[in-house]
């Protein structure tokens, strides 16, 4: 299956972490955290494909993309740094990744968002990116992936 996990910044008041810093961090950790109630969490399992999405003002791209490499288990990595540490706290499940690839430059949306089917009302397309994790066809995964390979060229 392929999905699509949506980050934005976390604040939780006295503690803020931006999106590329949560990214980098479990990308460089090669796992992915998920706390009990992330939607489709249940669906996950090894093999599945995932592209990040960097959301919020100014940040609307896919930043990377990776392969699940196992189940959904609890998390009891030590943390290493102080963002681990935040993470590892309010994110208590995990899966391990693999085929890690950061996407550099990153694929903006605004130039697609016509083409992708999952964006069912294009003048609000934002609303289709709310949800943490979401499914998305083989054709939607495909077209994202080639709009990086295009964008390279």
């Not at 460089?28 to 093999?47: A, C, F, S």
């Not at 896919?62 to 392969?67: I, Q, W």
């Not at 740094?81 to 993470?87: S, V």
């Not at 085929?99 to 609000?124: C, G, H, L, Y």
Request: aromatic letters at 14%.
């Amino acid at each position: 299956m392929n999905y699509m996990f949506v980050l934005n910044d976390i604040d939780f008041g006295n503690v803020q972490l931006d999106a590329e810093t949560i990214a980098d961090t479990l990308l460089q950790k090669g796992m992915w955290l998920y706390t009990p109630t992330t939607p489709n969490i249940h669906r996950l399992h090894q093999g599945d494909k995932v592209l990040v999405y960097i959301a919020g003002r100014g940040r609307r791209f896919f930043y990377a993309s990776f392969d699940v490499n196992g189940d959904i288990q609890a998390n009891k990595t030590e943390p290493g740094n102080e963002t681990e540490e935040i993470l590892y706290k309010y994110f208590k499940l995990y899966t391990p990744i693999v085929n890690i690839e950061k996407w550099e430059p990153p694929v903006q949306i605004a130039p697609i968002k016509d083409q992708i089917s999952f964006i069912t009302d294009k003048k609000n397309w934002g609303l289709h990116f709310r949800q943490a994790t979401k499914i998305i066809d083989d054709k939607d995964f495909d077209f994202i992936c080639r709009s990086r390979q295009l964008q390279v060229l």
